[in-house]
């Protein structure tokens, strides 16, 4: 089966939570790289130190004009606007930039980390509103896009702040780089936390919560239960921070 990084929507937004540079340029990789080897074009959007990292085996497809490459800093500077993103001049940047790489392939994938550095210099409002800027543009143009922040979705701090600010404007979650590993960790913690079948009750319980942004039942059951179990939810993340983290 394949991911939704492998293989997103053509108005898909995802968001992918990372700790390690590392894991984070394995995510990029297969994201960009899935789509240029079925003929798409990509865009990077990234900081000096990640574009070394999110290039390495498709310099190719650099070469060839297939994956086009920008500095975020640099792009950031073309739309801000008194430390505010300006939807014309985003609009002329970026979608100008996807326009002309739709006139010659079938499809866009584009991944951009400017959110992430607006976020991590503390200028969360200018982030989100780019996030928004980013959406208005998906209902003008057809295109994918992969966002990344630094964040620790096992930060019981993030709850009821960062982690729904980002997940309001994205269409997919996701903490981990192996989902199917992060479920089973959260149950397995929920199971030490409380009696096995209480656990199990609350699991399915929050399993039915449905939220507008498609994530992994773990970060899903750990939504639900921060904001109906808050100190059973810490103990939880708690546990999940002594053992061997499933976020990456």
Known sequence: MMSEL????PHDHLVHLYQEPALLAEAVREYIGSGLRAGEAALIIATPEHRALFVQGL??????????????????????????????????????????????????????????????RGEQEAAV??????????????????????????DGASYGGALECVCRTHSHLIPSRDPARYDAAVTEASGKVLDQPLAQILLALAANHQ??????????????????????????????????????
């Open 211 to 248: 939220t507008s942004t498609r994530m992994p039942a773990g970060q899903s059951a750990l939504f639900w239960l921060k904001q109906n179990m808050p100190r059973t939810a810490e103990k939880i993340l708690t546990e999940l921070r002594a053992g061997s983290s499933p976020a990456g």
């Open 6 to 9: 492998e293989n997103p929507g």
């Open 59 to 120: 310099e190719s497809f650099v070469e060839s004009g297939q994956l086009w490459v920008y500095d975020a800093e640099e792009t950031l500077g073309r739309f801000m606007v008194d430390g505010m993103p300006d939807w014309r001049s985003f609009q002329d940047v970026a979608g100008g930039l996807i326009a002309e790489l739709r006139l010659q392939y079938p499809a866009v994938r584009a991944y951009g980390e400017m959110v992430d550095v607006l976020w991590q």
């Open 129 to 154: 509103r780019l996030e928004e800027y980013w959406n208005e543009l998906g209902r003008l143009q057809t295109f994918s896009l992969l966002c990344a922040y630094r964040m620790d979705p096992l």
